[in-house]
């Protein structure tokens, strides 16, 4: 059965700006998110609290947090790897936070500097400290069905390293695919073994890059297997700089194209999405690769 609804979470501004290889101004980021709420949008990914060298792109996350007009019923989250992240995502008084751990040693030694275990040692008092102050955290797992160092990852492997991430005590686990390999098969097998290792559905989101051309594919497999929180990318813009060969996430237009054709209610209007994604290619000098926004933006 198809869910009646879809929460999508927006992580264009953070997923896709962090891939940009210019610098976007904050101004620009302010007016993206701003346009991204009155397109109807609820939760809104707003940035990183990252290192500054890491991804440079994000470096502005106190400026633009302390600049942005935060609408009530809106919910930003920020990701947060460590305790010097979370006590500046505090500072400027985030109200929800995501960690973002790995499947795979490789990634997790090329995103964190560090192994699988040595992340959720890092990320424990991260995110009890975040539980006590009444925070939302959601948890990142990337790499869930292919890796570039690493190739195809068993289930058996993703499926512990969602427990491990969930048993630190977060409201929501997002399943990436970072690299868009996946396939619907694959996605429907994944659900399977996580919610048979005791992760309720409710509580995931999916997380797809459209790598492959499979994002669509892989969503309405989801929907079919009980999830109703999904991760797109206004425009479909994004990738991840630590993950070679990680194009844009799924288009959030492609995404509420088939959902308003299924009756699938979002709270998005498409027409005031595709606006903002052709000024946002304006601004980043090129066209957006959602095929919605082509066909409707012209
Ligand atoms: P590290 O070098 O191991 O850090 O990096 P450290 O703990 O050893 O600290 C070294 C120095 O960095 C110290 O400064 C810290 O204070 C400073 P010093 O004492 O030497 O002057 N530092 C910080 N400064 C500012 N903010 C911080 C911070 N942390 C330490 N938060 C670290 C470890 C985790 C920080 C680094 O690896 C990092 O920033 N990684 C982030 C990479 C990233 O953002 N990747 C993209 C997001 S993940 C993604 O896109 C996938 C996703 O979309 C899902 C999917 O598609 O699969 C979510
Ligand atoms: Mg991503």
């Known amino acids: 059965d198809l869910p009646e609804r879809v929460t999508i979470c927006e992580v264009g501004p953070r997923d896709g700006l962090q891939n940009e290889s210019a610098i976007v101004p904050v101004g620009v980021k302010l007016e993206f998110l701003d346009r991204l709420v009155a397109a109807g949008h609820r939760v809104v990914e707003a940035t990183s ?22 609408h009530p019923g809106v919910r930003y989250p920020v990701l947060v790897p460590n305790a010097k992240g979370l006590s500046r995502a505090l500072a400027a008084g985030v109200d929800e936070i995501a960690i973002f751990g790995s499947a795979t ?30 925070l939302r955290v959601r948890a990142y797992l990337s790499m869930c069905f292919g890796d570039p160092w690493e190739g ?10 969602a427990v491990a991430l969930m048993s630190l005590g977060c409201t929501e686990l997002s399943l990436g695919d970072t690299i ?14 996580v919610s048979d290792a005791g992760v309720g559905l409710e509580q995931v989101a999916v997380h797809f890059h459209d790598t492959y051309g499979q994002a669509l ?12 929180i999904v991760d797109a990318s206004a425009g479909g813009l994004g990738g991840c700089p630590y993950a ?10 492609d995404l509420v194209w ?41």
């Open 49 to 70: 609290f990252v290192h500054p060298k890491w991804v440079p792109q994000l470096a502005d996350a106190e400026e633009l947090l302390s600049a942005l007009d935060r």
């Open 105 to 134: 040693e490789t990634f997790a030694q090329r995103n964190l500097n560090r192994s699988v275990a040595e992340s959720i040692e890092m990320f424990a008092p991260v995110v009890a400290t975040a539980r006590d102050r009444g």
């Open 152 to 161: 195809p990852v068993p289930l058996r492997q993703v499926a512990d390293a």
């Open 180 to 193: 868009g390999v996946a396939t619907p098969g694959q996605v429907r097998a994944l659900l399977h073994a």
């Open 217 to 228: 594919a892989n969503t309405l497999a989801a929907l079919e297997s009980g999830i109703s």
């Open 244 to 253: 070679e060969s990680a194009t844009g996430n799924l288009a959030t237009e």
């Open 258 to 298: 088939q959902l308003d054709g299924l009756g699938i209610e979002t709270g998005v209007d498409l027409g005031t999405l595709v606006e903002t994604s052709v000024w946002m290619a304006r601004q980043l000098g090129r066209p957006s690769p959602s095929r919605v926004v082509q066909a409707l933006g012209g």
